[in-house]
């Protein structure tokens, strides 16, 4: 069975077991968490789809790790105007586990 669900306004499809890191959630590592924004449920050939969302369907997530991913640099440039500018970000992310999909 597999779902797919929308959190941090990114659509992700799972299945129970997986491990994935979405945007940053504010919850403590180990505690479980009910993501209801499920737009799709599928087991098989029969799938669900929600109109945006699937009554009733929830997916069970365990929080794994809060932490950061790794450095995106930005350098922007103009030839022969002598502008040069560097800047870099290190986006927050959850790493979650899929416990269960009910739906």
């Known amino acids: 069975m597999y779902a797919v669900i929308k959190t941090g306004g990114k659509q992700y499809k799972v299945v129970a077991g997986e491990k994935l890191k979405v945007e940053q959630i504010p919850a403590d590592i180990g505690s479980e968490l ?22 009733g369907a929830t997916v069970q997530v365990k929080v794994v790790s809060q932490g950061r991913h790794d450095k995106v640099r930005i350098f922007k440039m103009r030839r022969r105007k002598h502008y040069q500018k560097h800047q870099g970000h290190r986006q927050n992310y959850t790493e979650i586990q899929i416990v269960s999909i009910n739906g």
Request: net charge negative; hydrophobic share 55%; aromatic share 4%.
């Open 34 to 55: 009910t993501i209801d924004q499920v737009l799709a449920v599928g087991a098989g050939e029969a799938i669900k789809f929600g109109t945006p969302l699937v009554a």
